[in-house]
């Protein structure tokens, strides 16, 4: 069955892999890497100072949370808020081997501490509260942290009236927290409704992949909802569909081409546009 | 006579309840037996407490998957039995005025008490064939959007909502993703958390996922003592964890998705027990606990300031995963069992039931159906 379906994804779209919650090695050591969407041999360099967008196709490869706020944010602008914050491990979640508190450990050895980054910047000289996931944080899934981090970023960009930008990079809930992490949906559209009430301006920017808790949460209830290019979104992955249904998934599925037609996004922005056209949004809403 | 052994050859049995449906048989052959003399009818009656005393032991040490089990029993009441039992002169309202009427979520007015009510149930369906036109309980984003439209329904004319929980998950199709199975949920979430009337969520089997979560956020959450709720199916951790599915039970003791555990972690705030043997084992003690628990917190919810309900509503929907949550504690305690629903309350009333009448204790009184 696996390897019907990974052929059945590969004529959705050649050479992808299918959706996975591990990481991808989208920028593998070396000096040249493949593109996975034109298949062509890039210098990682050139790549690099593309804002990691390939050159000959315009593939946009996913980037982990410093860099796109590097990326999104004017420079040096950023002012992390809730990095102290670490997973409690409330089930005490240890199965087949893996032990969930030891690898919330070996992250933070890394330096990296969670999978959302949050705090105040300017985007083009406009103040915003900028929150983005990392997806190369166990695949930017969603737990008690993320949660905590995303209200606290919503609080203050309340009491700040700041706009708040959130960049979402996410497999979904994460299993390890069990229901704790599944409360954090809620959590999230909780605090987004006193955002609303508050007549904030909340811009959602999905890009690869964004999908389950992260999507039926804060990812949708944008006031504009951006996405990159070919984006993965959805509820439900493709593997998922797939096993149940047992049908070819048509050309283009859940991408974020397949959001716009289906009027659940407002439009798709090319990496490189993001800035100018968040700033220019901003400026529409008078915030 | 005759009913009553049909109804105990109609039980099914899980696959750890082989002793159980063992003394079953016996009882019911013996029943069968032509003429009762005295001799068997006291066998029946040892019988009975050997079968009260087996339920007892079994029910009160049953493992996180064997609690999944429970909950997806063929026989556990579903929505619509509880709907049917509870209220007598309900009104279901169909439609999302948008797409379509999903079947896989009801919505209703009823009276539960003396409280009218806007009644919101995710149903499986009994038989194969309303198994399939109810999507197995799986909705799609219009059953989200049609449980949304009556919510705000209720709230215009300040009716509480209660809503029941029985899913494996949102359903996961084609049409449900072109449809925005994700926006639909997100909005509910976003609209319960401040719906200006009293909300109680109750899970009833199984709770799966966002697609439970859907319909899940409120001022009290309760659960049925064998139901379960989870971020992931126990068969999909374990497919995740070991890329092999039978390994569900290893799955389902991580993920704590049991009600006592699920207490302990501040996600749920009662747990409503079940008879002895599990739900479907005695439909109506079942349906009577859930009454009893609806009609007690409405009737503390109604006591609340608006402003008040919607505010500590807020404040325990931030506290998930907040800076003060506990950690689980490796023991965890039993939920209390009702005196009347005891095993001491049971075996004396075996003791009072002469044998020519069919025993309501210990035996299945569900309703055929
Ligand atoms: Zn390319």
């Given at each position: 069955?696996?390897?019907?379906?990974?052929?059945?994804?590969?004529?959705?779209?050649?050479?992808?892999?299918?959706?996975?919650?591990?990481?991808?090695?989208?920028?593998?050591?070396?000096?040249?890497?493949?593109?996975?969407?034109?298949?062509?041999?890039?210098?990682?360099?050139?790549?690099?100072?593309?804002?990691?967008?390939?050159?000959?196709?315009?593939?946009?490869?996913?980037?982990?949370?410093?860099?796109?706020?590097?990326?999104?944010?004017?420079?040096?602008?950023?002012?992390?808020?809730?990095?102290?914050?670490?997973?409690?491990?409330?089930?005490?979640?240890s199965a087949a081997g893996k032990n969930y508190a030891e690898r919330i450990r070996s992250f933070s050895e890394k330096g990296q501490n969670e999978a959302i980054l949050v705090g105040k910047a300017f985007i083009r000289g406009r103040g915003v509260m900028l929150s983005v996931m990392d997806f190369s944080f166990l695949g930017g899934s969603m737990g008690m942290v993320v949660g905590e981090k995303f209200c606290l970023a919503v609080e203050k960009a309340i009491e700040?009236?700041?706009?708040?930008?959130?960049?979402?990079?996410?497999?979904?809930?994460?299993?390890?927290?069990?229901?704790?992490?599944?409360?954090?949906?809620?959590?999230?559209?909780?605090?987004?409704?006193?955002?609303?009430?508050?007549?904030?301006?909340?811009?959602?920017?999905?890009?690869?992949?964004?999908?389950?808790?992260v999507t039926a949460s804060f990812a949708m209830l944008g006031d504009i909802i951006i996405a990159e290019p070919?984006?993965?979104?959805?509820?439900?992955?493709?593997?998922?569909?797939?096993?149940?249904?047992?049908i070819e998934l048509p050309e283009g599925f859940q991408r974020s081409e397949f959001l716009l037609e289906h009027g659940f996004i407002d439009m798709i922005v090319h990496r490189r546009d993001l800035r100018s056209e968040i700033g220019r949004l901003i400026d529409y809403c008078g915030k | 006579m005759a009913n009553g052994t049909m109804k105990n050859n109609g039980l099914q049995y899980l696959p750890f309840?082989?002793?159980?449906?063992?003394?079953?048989?016996?009882?019911?052959?013996?029943?069968?037996?032509?003429?009762?003399?005295?001799?068997?009818?006291?066998?029946?009656?040892?019988?009975?407490?050997?079968?009260?005393?087996?339920?007892?032991?079994?029910?009160?040490?049953?493992?996180?998957?064997?609690?999944?089990?429970?909950?997806?029993?063929?026989?556990?009441?579903?929505?619509?039995?509880?709907?049917?039992?509870?209220?007598?002169d309900y009104r279901e309202l169909h439609g999302d005025r948008c797409f379509g009427d999903d079947p896989a979520i009801v919505t209703a007015f009823g009276q539960i008490g003396r409280e009218k009510v806007l009644i919101i149930g995710q149903e499986k369906g009994r038989d194969i064939k309303e198994k399939i036109a109810c999507n197995f309980g799986c909705p799609n984003p219009e059953g989200y959007r049609k449980a949304l439209a009556k919510m705000k329904l209720a709230e215009k004319f300040g009716l509480p909502v209660v809503t029941f929980i029985d899913t494996p998950g949102a359903y996961p199709g084609i049409?449900?993703?072109?449809?925005?199975?994700?926006?639909?949920?997100?909005v509910n979430l976003r609209e319960m958390s401040r719906l200006r009337v009293p909300i109680i969520c109750i899970v009833i089997g199984e709770g799966g996922s966002g697609g439970a979560l859907g319909i899940g956020v409120g001022d009290r959450m309760a659960i049925l003592q064998y139901a379960y709720y989870s971020v992931i199916s126990p068969e999909g951790c374990?497919?995740?964890?070991?890329?092999?599915?039978?390994?569900?039970?290893?799955?389902?003791?991580?993920?704590?998705?049991?009600a006592p555990e699920?207490?302990?972690?501040?996600?749920?705030?009662?747990?409503?027990p079940e008879a002895l043997g599990g739900a479907h084992r005695n439909l109506h003690d079942t349906v009577y606990n859930v009454e009893q628990y609806i009609?007690?917190?409405?009737?503390?919810?109604?006591?609340?300031?608006?402003?008040?309900?919607?505010?500590?509503?807020?404040?325990?929907?931030?506290?998930?995963?907040?800076?003060?949550?506990?950690?689980?504690?490796?023991?965890?305690?039993?939920?209390?069992?009702?005196?009347?629903?005891?095993?001491?309350?049971?075996?004396?009333?075996?003791?009072?039931?002469?044998?020519?009448?069919?025993?309501?204790?210990?035996?299945?009184?569900?309703?055929?159906?």
């Open positions: 069955m696996v390897n019907k379906q990974t052929k059945t994804m590969a004529k959705v779209k050649p050479g992808w892999d299918g959706f996975s919650l591990k990481p991808k090695r989208e920028m593998p050591e070396g000096l040249w890497i493949a593109c996975p969407s034109c298949q062509n041999m890039l210098y990682k360099k050139s790549v690099e100072e593309n804002l990691d967008i390939c050159p000959e196709c315009s593939h946009h490869f996913r980037i982990d949370g410093r860099k796109r706020i590097r990326q999104l944010a004017d420079d040096g602008s950023f002012e992390e808020m809730g990095a102290e914050l670490v997973s409690s491990d409330p089930l005490g979640f700040e009236s700041l706009p708040l930008v959130v960049v979402s990079a996410s497999g979904g809930a994460r299993m390890h927290e069990g229901v704790v992490s599944l409360g954090q949906m809620a959590k999230t559209s909780a605090a987004l409704a006193r955002f609303d009430e508050s007549r904030g301006l909340f811009i959602s920017v999905l890009t690869d992949p964004t999908t389950g808790g070919r984006a993965l979104i959805g509820f439900a992955g493709p593997r998922t569909i797939y096993e149940t249904i047992k | 309840e082989n002793r159980i449906a063992q003394i079953d048989r016996k009882i019911t052959d013996l029943r069968e037996q032509a003429g009762i003399t005295d001799n068997n009818a006291s066998r029946i009656r040892l019988l009975q407490q050997d079968l009260t005393a087996e339920l007892k032991r079994l029910y009160s040490n049953l493992t996180p998957w064997q609690v999944v089990q429970v909950s997806r029993h063929p026989q556990r009441p579903l929505f619509r039995d509880y709907l049917n039992l509870m209220i007598k049409g449900a993703e072109e449809r925005g199975q994700a926006q639909a949920i997100a374990a497919g995740i964890l070991w890329h092999d599915g039978t390994q569900a039970d290893k799955a389902a003791q991580a993920l704590c998705l049991t699920l207490k302990e972690l501040g996600i749920v705030d009662t747990i409503i009609t007690r917190t409405l009737r503390d919810l109604k006591r609340m300031k608006i402003e008040n309900l919607l505010e500590n509503r807020y404040k325990k929907i931030l506290a998930i995963g907040g800076s003060d949550q506990k950690v689980i504690k490796s023991r965890i305690e039993k939920p209390k069992i009702p005196k009347r629903l005891s095993v001491e309350a049971q075996l004396r009333d075996i003791e009072k039931i002469p044998i020519e009448k069919e025993s309501t204790a210990g035996t299945p009184t569900r309703d055929n159906d």
